[in-house]
């Protein structure tokens, strides 16, 4: 019994507090709802054992214990190898290195016989019989693997469930359902334990087929007393359904609970259910263990399951488009947008075309001028012709040691907004790459997005584009979601560009509150 009711760890030695299941409650016993137990009106209830509550998260860290695998929590030991195939998929190697193993790959079959000799663990109790320096603890010939279930996981269930009746696990080594088993057993003779392997040539993570198992110098063959095959598509689909409902569970949990159900089932067709009855209840408390989570087998399921089991994804068309990153620092408040183009503003009205209809930023729209110093020679040639009153501030840099936006003196605006909209008014100097005018909050439109993204692309590949490397970009829109949409485009090809939040009206209408001297 657990002798830390509060479940605090403290002290130097608190990690190796942590991972003792003494001094830990229980792990959580969960009765399935009838949804996951076709068999309830039949007196079967079914419990989840979740030794995915473990402090490691998963079922190895009992007979790790005993081993003496957790070398760094215990023993700040960091030396630590795993031996894995070749054929382990990407995740979990990384998820291997994640927590600090070193790995190893072997080639040949992902699961050999425990006593190939020429296979892996073989090579592996050779090497550590001759160097002293190696510890191969063998979780595959070692009984402190099954003894570890027994004097843990076995207890635990009997305290939590007497009156169970069967218990169920996979077989991967076999250490928890010999473990566990023989201490019900020893408790009730009454209690069958149910093995589940996988079909063979058809593997399910974690478990193994009977015939790679059969060699075991564990004692299974006097507490085992039945074993299902399971195929490993209903392994995933038993984890996702009991993972929709709240147990998550990984695959092998998933083919512990359909080989349990395959079981009962069958007796069922038999007419012999009630051989397992409790003599005083008449139901059939049983247990299974959930021994693995599902995040590291994501891929698997998308593989195993067909695509009719999922739910959709709507709007799809958006992960083909609008996919840069947005960054809310590019995305420019008026009265920052106006220190980023302004060192003072002596007079503000020269920001300003003052004949918008006919001047020179009208006249050359999408101008195939790309460099600060011809912009600065254009201007020149529209102030001779009195359309703009100033621009000499127009890449001047501001003169606040406190200014939030990085300075700089090439700044090139581009106006986004449709033609007849920058004709009635716009930016001194600006250029106009003139875009459809959307709908309004186009982003709650994935029709509308794809639209846009689509008619930006194409005019930022464009070969007149308005814009050369080094210089800084400021985009104007009609009401700002257009110009984070081109700036996040812009920022993704190296651009250093900004935005004004509210677009060019919310520019102008701060523009317009600031007293001209």
Known sequence: MATNPLNVFKGPDALAQFFDPDKNPPLPLVELPDALNPLRKDGVRIFAKMLTHLPAQNVKSLPVLSLGMISRALWNNDDVHAYVTNKKHPDSLKLLRFFGLNVNLYGGLAQQ???????????????????????????????????????????????QLPEIRVFCSTIGTGGCAVGTGTYLKAQNSAVRVVGV??????????????????????????????FENVA????????????????????????????????????KDDGRLSELSDPTTGEIP????????????????????????????????????????????WFLRPHQAERLLFSHLDPVGALLCSEPSRCFCTMRLFSQISTPSSLSSVATDSLSNGSCQSVDSMFSRPNSPNEPIARS?????????????????????????????????????????????LEMKEAFEAEDWPWNEGSRVLMLC???????????????????????EGGYPALITHLSKIPIE
Not at 410 to 423: G, H, L, T
Request: charge should be negative.
């Open 113 to 159: 016989e425990p006593y190939d000799p020429k296979g892996i663990m073989s090579r592996l109790r050779r090497q550590a019989k001759k160097d002293p320096g190696i510890c191969y603890p063998g979780q595959y010939h070692n009984d402190h693997n099954w003894k570890a279930h027994e004097q843990w996981t076995g207890s635990q269930i009997w305290r």
């Open 286 to 329: 049983c247990v299974f263990v959930c021994a693995d989570l599902p995040y590291q087998y994501m891929d698997m399921y998308y593989k195993k399951l067909g695509e009719e089991e999922f739910p959709p994804i709507y709007n799809q068309s958006l992960l083909n488009c609008d996919q840069d990153a947005y960054d809310e620092r």
């Open 478 to 500: 009609v009401d700002g979601d257009s110009g984070r949409m081109a700036t996040a485009m812009l920022r993704a090809k190296g651009c250093e560009a900004f935005c004004v």
């Open 197 to 226: 392997c996988n079909v063979f040539g058809d593997p399910t993570p974690g478990p193994r087929h009977f015939p790679n198992f059969e060699s075991s110098p564990f004692p299974w063959k006097e507490t085992i007393d039945s």
């Open 232 to 267: 490993s598509a209903n392994s995933y689909r038993m984890s996702m359904k009991l993972s929709r409902y709240g147990i998550i569970a990984g695959p092998s949990s998933g083919e512990a609970l359909h080989g349990l159900l395959s079981y009962l089932s069958r007796l």
């Open 409 to 453: 003196s090439q700044i090139v605006v581009i106006d986004i907004r449709p033609r007849e909209m920058f004709a009635a008014g716009h930016i001194c100097c600006s250029y106009n790459i003139p875009l459809p005018e959307t709908q309004d909050d186009f982003f709650g439109h994935a029709r509308a997005i794809e639209q846009r993204w």
